[in-house]
């Protein structure tokens, strides 16, 4: 089975840190390009971060202000993410995601899903 699986997410002060996994399995993740996304209660989904297929390169939301990092260990088939310095309006499920495509691909590409793992930032 192809699928993707998040951990790592909990309840964080605000200010603290976290860092989310995102293990997969039934395929070779480098052959994918990797994405992390976020859904807040009553808003849409937003893309978060993401890696390219074919350099490793990663990119982030502008509103993260350099607060999050993205990255791989391709022996283990997984990616993580690095949250630093949280804030309360971070506080949703987060998601990994995944496209067999070359390069970096436009979020609707994404059709290999995780579960989600909540993050909850306390004020």
């Known amino acids: 089975e192809v699928q993707l699986v998040e951990s790592g997410g909990g309840l964080v002060q605000t200010g603290g840190s976290l860092t989310l996994s995102c293990a997969a399995s039934?395929?070779?993740?480098?052959?994918?390009?990797i994405a992390w996304f976020r859904q807040a209660p009553g808003k849409e989904r937003e893309g978060v971060s993401w890696i390219s297929s074919t350099d490793g390169s990663t990119f982030y939301a502008d509103y993260l202000k350099g607060r999050f990092t993205m990255s791989s260990d391709n022996a283990k088939n997984t990616v993580y993410l690095q949250m630093n310095s949280l804030k309360p309006e971070d506080t949703a499920v987060y998601y990994c995601?995944?496209?067999?495509?070359?390069?970096?691909?436009?979020?609707?590409?994404?059709?290999?899903w995780g579960q989600g793992t909540q993050v909850t930032v306390s004020s």
């Open positions: 995601a995944a496209a067999k495509w070359l390069g970096v691909p436009p979020l609707s590409a994404y059709h290999v």
């Open positions: 039934g395929f070779t993740f480098d052959d994918y390009a």
